[in-house]
């Protein structure tokens, strides 16, 4: 049976660096055996121009019926005067909201051949390969009540932490579970010296522990772990975390590898749906000119297979010929220095992934 996969190239540099992934994915689904059927949508302002709405019905409708979701990036400053309800980024929140996709994957990796491009020093971030799980659908962004009103005269703004124990112990199994296949660590992150939602996460955390005896637990406070990420990196094998906390360590996390066209990311949800994003973004400013480094995308696309498709070869493939490629110094403006200067552009490093994969 074929497994579906439903691409959005959205927009900017969406579509360009979809082309040269869609070809390492084929090329990937040929070495490993196995059967991909592609069906193309819009999504954010390329449908918002098409069709008046960020997430088309007939959008929504494939992603549902499909095995999972690649998607080149949405927004840019033409649609910045709309209203926030009609604006490209609703259609990646109606995304994750209607798939159900609870659990944001960001890893942090980097390329040996890639040391200097970190702000780090070469030894602490050389070979990094952290991976940072953040619940995607709770905690303080989605809590009730939330608002501004006036109190006493004056206006105040509040929101809401809070979390269920389903909640917690749906992400922190995910969790264990990657951390399992990978170096056997898991670092849970919370506050839980000050904030009792925290605590409740770590007393879930802590009692579903022992389901996992192959994998080493520790605890961390948040602004330890924003510390720890840029003092020695490597300590970290996988974080799993709350929505806000994911949110701004990941980020950190991200820039520890020099260059966020580098960076994939992955969103899950039950069932082993996923949707499959590099982290950079639209890029307005070079959208056009074929100069987007598309190794975000084809990375996204080593991840999709790994956790959708359930073809480690395929994804091991595409991660071996990325590196093979930087080994051999080619390279893409934004990861370019004085010894690679910029020497291809975004269908050209996909070419050479592609000759790598022979």
Not at 41 to 64: H, K
Not at 212 to 233: F, T
Not at 276 to 286: F, Q
Request: proline share 5%.
């Amino acid at each position: 049976m074929a497994h579906r996969v439903v691409v959005l190239p959205g927009d900017g540099i969406g579509p360009e660096v979809m082309g040269p992934a869609i070809e390492v994915m084929n090329k990937a689904s040929e070495i490993a055996g196995i059967s991909i059927e592609t069906e193309e949508a819009l999504v954010g302002g390329a449908a918002i121009d098409a069709e008046g709405s960020p997430l088309p019905d007939s959008t929504l409708a494939a992603a549902r019926s499909a095995d999972a979701v690649l998607l080149g990036g949405v927004g840019g400053p033409k649609w910045d005067d709309l209203p926030v309800e009609q604006r490209p980024e609703k259609g990646l929140l109606g995304l994750r909201q209607e798939l159900g996709l609870f659990a944001n994957l960001r890893p942090a990796m980097l390329f040996a051949p890639l040391a200097q491009a970190s702000s780090l020093k070469s030894e602490l971030v050389a070979d990094l390969d952290i991976l940072i799980i953040r619940e995607l659908t709770g905690g303080i962004y989605f809590g009730e009540p939330r608002g501004i009103e006036v109190r006493d005269n004056a206006r105040v703004g509040f929101n809401t932490l809070i979390y269920s124990e389903h909640e917690i112990e749906r992400i922190t199994r995910v969790g264990f579970d990657l951390a399992g296949k990978r170096g056997g660590r898991l670092c849970s992150v919370d506050k839980a010296n000050v904030l009792d939602s925290s605590q409740l996460w770590r007393e879930v955390v802590m009692r579903i522990a022992p389901d996992y005896p192959d994998v080493e637990l520790s605890h961390m406070y948040v602004d330890n772990a924003a510390m720890q990420l840029v003092r020695a990196p490597k300590q970290f094998d996988v974080i799993v975390t709350g929505n806000m906390f994911g949110d701004i360590l990941s980020d950190c996390a991200a820039m520890l590898t020099g260059s966020l066209g580098m960076l994939p990311s992955a969103s899950l949800a039950s069932g082993g749906l996923g949707l499959y994003e590099p982290v950079h973004g639209t890029a307005p400013d070079i959208a056009g000119q074929n100069l987007a480094n598309p190794l975000a995308t084809i990375l996204s696309v080593a991840m999709m297979f790994r956790y959708s498709l359930d073809s480690a070869r395929a994804a091991d493939a595409i991660e071996t010929a990325v590196g093979a490629a930087l080994d051999a110094g080619f390279r893409t403006a934004d990861i370019a220095d004085e010894d690679h200067p910029r020497n291809v552009n975004t269908a050209e490093m996909g070419q050479q992934i592609l000759e790598r994969m022979e």
